[in-house]
């Protein structure tokens, strides 16, 4: 079976790392023997906006529809295009209309790679931050009234449907099963949050009864960024709706260290569409050009998106590798960030010679 993978690099740090990350996917591909089509678009990146006056072409949707994945960069480049139509332009049109309706982000402290949390090592922050994608507090519904005037009114409101929420909870009880560790934590603020969110843990509890074996506890989600700092260790498989989510999946990574290792999944659970795996850092304008931007979170979204394409063995083995590159610490190797003089590419020819074997 081949796998027909969408590349797009967008922008900046995001034209070098991706490079990288082909290499280290093409290696874990040789060496278990997977089948990838590649194919590659220069859309959803601002020299397309330049040239085109638009994101993305009027047909994008036809174009990426059949993949089985988009790698996907970074976009952005504000000098010349606002990020708001850079980013509503081209990422967040595949997020919706490829209903990824799970945003899924590894939030793990790598060998070499110091946490800003005090004493912290290797083994002590190891999970998963699963946030809702399509609808919660991100929503459409509302509106202004007496525009300008003393009586002002504004209005949005939470948005949250028994689909939406169950099809995000199976996903991340499906994840905790399959964890050593079996747990799931949900973020929640049915205290003051007086309707949805008393709602929302019913939906956490009745989808439990399916997973017998996975240990759940809540938080609410303002003591919950405190555990985040203070008990890191606590976690295994957190789940948050779009907004405690999207702020758990900032705080999550920023604990542990450096934003140019992190990867994140945008998934279609269902496979109707296909799913899209990014680093977490963006086009980063004020080293892009240099060389010198850590390809690790390109690198990891290549292992994600083969775990996602059920290449478990793959995936595994690229992680391996990028961990043991970073615990020989060799600073010819690594990129300033996380301690070396090396480039893009040393970092990234040592990690796809390691997944080689
Ligand atoms: P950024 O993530 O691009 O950069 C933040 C800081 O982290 C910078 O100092 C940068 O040099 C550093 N950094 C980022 N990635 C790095 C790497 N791989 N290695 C070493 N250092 C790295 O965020 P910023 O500056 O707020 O945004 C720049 C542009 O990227 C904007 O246009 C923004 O809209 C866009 N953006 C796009 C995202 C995406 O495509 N998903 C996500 C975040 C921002
Ligand atoms: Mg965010």
């Known amino acids: 079976m081949t796998h027909r993978i969408a590349v797009i690099p967008g922008d900046g740090i995001g034209k070098e790392v991706m490079p990288e990350g082909l290499r280290a996917l093409e290696a874990a591909a040789r060496r278990f023997g997977i089948d990838l089509a590649l194919e590659h678009f220069d859309f959803a990146s601002c020299d397309y906006y330049a040239a085109h006056g638009q994101m993305l072409p009027d047909d994008w949707f036809e174009q990426l529809k059949d993949a089985d994945a988009i790698f996907y960069g970074a976009v952005g480049w504000p000098e010349t295009v606002p990020d708001h139509i850079s980013l509503w332009g081209s990422l967040l049109q595949f997020r919706r209309r490829f209903d990824q309706y799970v945003n899924l982000r590894p939030c793990k402290l790598l060998p070499g790679v110091k946490s800003p949390l005090a004493d912290r090592k290797p083994g002590d922050i190891d999970f998963y931050v699963v946030r809702e994608n399509t609808e919660g507090e991100y929503s459409s519904v509302g509106g202004k009234m007496f525009e300008g005037t003393d009586r002002e009114v504004v209005i949005q409101e939470t948005v949250m449907t028994r689909t939406g929420v169950d099809r995000v909870l199976k996903y991340a009880f499906d994840l905790a099963q399959t964890r050593p560790r079996r747990k799931l934590t949900s973020a929640t603020k049915s205290n003051g949050i007086a309707i949805t969110m008393p709602w929302w843990d019913e939906r956490v509890k009745a989808m439990g009864v399916h997973y017998p074996e996975v240990s759940v506890d809540q938080f609410h989600i303002d003591i919950l960024t405190a555990n985040f700092v203070m008990h890191p260790d606590w976690f295994d498989v957190v789940v948050a709706s779009n907004l405690f989510g999207d702020i758990l ?103 796809a010679a390691r997944i080689a074997g």
């Open 249 to 351: 999946s900032d705080l999550g990574p920023a604990c542990t260290g450096t934003i140019g290792v992190a990867p994140s999944a945008n998934i279609n659970p269902d496979g109707t569409f296909p799913s899209l795996f990014e680093p977490v850092h963006g086009s980063a304008p004020d080293i892009a050009g240099r060389g010198i931007a850590n390809p690790i979170g390109q690198i990891w979204s290549a292992a994600m998106m083969l775990e996602h394409l059920g290449h478990q063995d793959a995936g595994q083995a690229i992680v391996d590798a990028f961990e043991a590159v970073l615990s020989e610490g060799d600073p010819t190797v690594l990129t300033p960030d996380v301690g070396g003089h090396g480039t893009t590419e040393t970092l990234g020819r040592a990690i």
